[in-house]
């Protein structure tokens, strides 16, 4: 799943001010690209996938425990219907109901990721915290183009106020620069460095661009001169998706009696495809059988 052909991406956990702010930024180039080979998408719907897995990458490793992720979801009014991506520390995938959707470059001449997602709908953040705990939180879609969707969601849902940049740069197939940018104040954090932060928001706005020119750490020097930043700590960030046989039968078993004895009448087997690799999995009619069973010993307990 992995592409070895390019530098591997990460992010950097930045601290500014002694503790006046944070920054996550990272570079998703070669996870983009997965993303993008791995679904076969259009241009545009690469753009978003790449968006949105940035986003929710940055999200993932705000998680601390080992067995926790966090998953993002887009359910807007746009052609590539329901857009979803997971996260656990820097490990992260996604996936849309139509990743092949094309449209015209808007009149700026950059791709129309908003017009692909929909400018309505509504954006659903899981946190997964592990032992059965979620912490579920939402907002409206504003814009459609993603950044601004995140930010609005920290805003509104989670009484954060951040600044958010993402940012995927595609030609002829492919992925030349993709990354993102978080910025957050943190308790007591003074006006002044708002007003900082703020005044050199222009400069990373056009985060994928400014890639092609420096690394994350010259980007960290230029940008954040004179607020004393600090790199805390350096995570890889990959496309990886963790669908297993044993999950595919746990998700047969969920599925009930009465389906799963369908399946069986049918006497065909069944093939599972999962969403975010399309690596198949197929059960035969014995096999749904053995799992008709756990499912009733499940049942009775």
């Not at 592409?3 to 702010?21: H, V």
Request: negative net charge.
């Amino acid at each position: 799943m992995e592409n070895f052909g390019q530098a591997a991406d990460q992010l950097l956990q930045i601290d500014l001010g002694n503790g006046q702010a944070r920054v996550l930024l990272c570079s998703t180039t070669q996870t983009a690209q997965t993303c993008m080979d791995t679904h076969g998408a259009s241009p545009v719907c690469a753009a978003a996938l790449g968006r949105l897995l940035t986003g929710t990458a940055m999200m993932g490793i705000m998680m601390k425990g080992e067995e926790e992720s966090v998953t993002v979801t887009l359910k807007g009014d746009g052609p590539m219907g329901t857009l979803m991506a997971i996260a656990d520390h820097g490990d992260v995938r996604a996936c849309a109901d139509d990743p092949t959707v094309r449209l015209p470059l808007r009149a700026d001449g950059k791709l129309d990721v908003g017009g692909a997602v929909g400018h309505t709908g509504r954006m659903t953040v899981i946190r997964d915290l592990g032992a059965g705990k979620q912490y579920v939180g939402q907002s409206e879609i504003v814009s459609g183009e993603i950044a601004m969707d995140f930010a609005n969601y920290f805003t509104v849902s989670e009484q954060q106020p951040s600044l958010v940049a993402l940012g995927v740069r595609v030609h002829d197939g492919t992925v030349l620069q993709a990354g993102g940018i978080l910025i957050q104040p943190l308790p007591g954090c003074p006006e002044e460095m708002i007003d900082q932060l703020e005044l050199r928001s222009p400069m990373f706005a056009d985060i994928s661009r400014e890639l092609a020119f420096g690394t994350l750490e010259q980007l960290t020097e230029d940008w954040f001169r004179g607020l004393e930043p600090r790199i805390l700590e350096r995570t890889p960030i990959r496309y990886r998706c963790t669908c297993s046989r044993e999950r595919m039968e746990k998700a047969l078993v969920s599925l009930g009696r009465s389906d799963l004895q369908s399946l069986i009448d049918e006497d065909e087997g069944a093939e599972l495809s999962c969403h975010f690799c399309h690596r198949k999995h197929f059960f035969t009619t014995a096999q749904l059988k053995q799992l008709l069973e756990r499912a009733e010993k499940k049942d009775h307990e």
